[in-house]
């Protein structure tokens, strides 16, 4: 299978997904347990949502690998690894905000995002309808319509971030973000790492960055960034909460020279 039939796979996979998450969403979210702090939080939609993903997976190419935020990890013998995101964004699902989605990657290779390689993404959110796509060497999509990040402009560059849910991460986030505001045109926070890439790729934000996301979290929106022209790369990986940064290349180039200089 080529990296545009697995693209397909995971598409289908997760608008099938995505309606199951929204339709639990409008019956009431329940809450099923808190993971890292009591404000990290997950559904019981989290781990159903999953689940379809994970059988729909198995049944399709049983011979394949599983990275699952909710479930875990299962080896396989064909050198696929399916990174998933169930919910990403389960904060604002919760609260019924629409900033939410289902991230579905194919990668080849070990599943550690500095040893694999992306083959395929989709990035799908449900409350809003879209789908973003992308195939390694063939472009990243939506509705039909090939993506491309944005140049850089004199106005400055709109960027996007996360938080970590530790309250003791925040002052230091908060002094990354004073470092990077003198490039920027304004700041979102919209708590969705994966739509904050699709939007990257979209050309609706110029650059993204965060500390501390896990490989599910920008698996398949990594992949739509690099597809849509984009740079992407991970530094400081050898502290507990690494870097993501995402962008066109010059906002990418911009935002390393600044974080770079924050390591010790």
Same mark, same amino acid.
């Given at each position: 299978m080529d990296a545009l039939e697995l693209s397909a796979l995971a598409t289908e996979i997760a608008e099938e997904?995505?309606?199951?998450?929204r339709t639990r969403r409008r019956e009431g979210v329940r809450l099923a347990a808190t993971k890292s702090t009591l404000a990290d939080i997950v559904t019981e939609a989290d781990r159903e949502v999953e689940a379809l993903i994970r059988e729909?997976?198995?049944?399709?190419?049983? %011979?394949d690998g599983f990275l699952g935020e909710e479930s875990g990890?299962?080896? /396989?013998?064909?050198?696929? #690894?399916?990174?998933?995101d169930p919910i990403d964004g389960t904060v604002n699902y919760a609260y019924g905000i629409p900033a939410y989605n289902v991230s579905i990657a194919a990668v080849s290779g070990p599943p550690e995002p500095d040893a694999w390689e992306a083959l395929a993404a989709a990035v799908h959110a449900p409350a809003v309808g879209e789908t973003f796509t992308a195939a390694r060497g063939h472009g990243s999509w939506s509705d039909g319509v090939r993506l491309a990040v944005? %140049?850089?402009?004199?106005?400055?560059a709109l960027l996007a971030t996360g938080f /970590?849910?530790?309250?003791? #991460?925040?002052?230091?986030?908060l002094a990354t973000v004073r470092r990077v505001m003198p490039i920027a045109?304004?700041?979102r926070r919209m708590g969705s790492a994966a739509l904050?890439?699709?939007?990257?790729a979209a050309g609706r934000l110029d650059g993204y960055f965060e500390r501390g996301l896990k490989p599910w979290d920008h698996a398949a929106g990594a992949l739509l960034v690099q597809e849509a022209g984009?740079?992407?790369?991970?530094?400081?990986?050898?502290?507990?909460?690494?870097?993501?940064?995402a962008g066109g290349v010059t906002v990418h180039d911009r935002l390393r020279d600044i974080l770079d200089e924050e390591k010790p």
């Open positions: 997904a995505g309606a199951l998450a729909r997976l198995r049944a399709a190419r049983p %011979a990890a299962a080896t /396989g013998d064909s050198g696929i #690894t399916w990174v998933v944005t %140049a850089v402009t004199d106005a400055g /970590g849910y530790d309250p003791a #991460t925040h002052d230091g986030d045109r304004d700041l904050d890439l699709a939007y990257v984009g740079r992407v790369s991970r530094i400081d990986r050898e502290s507990p909460r690494p870097y993501l940064i």
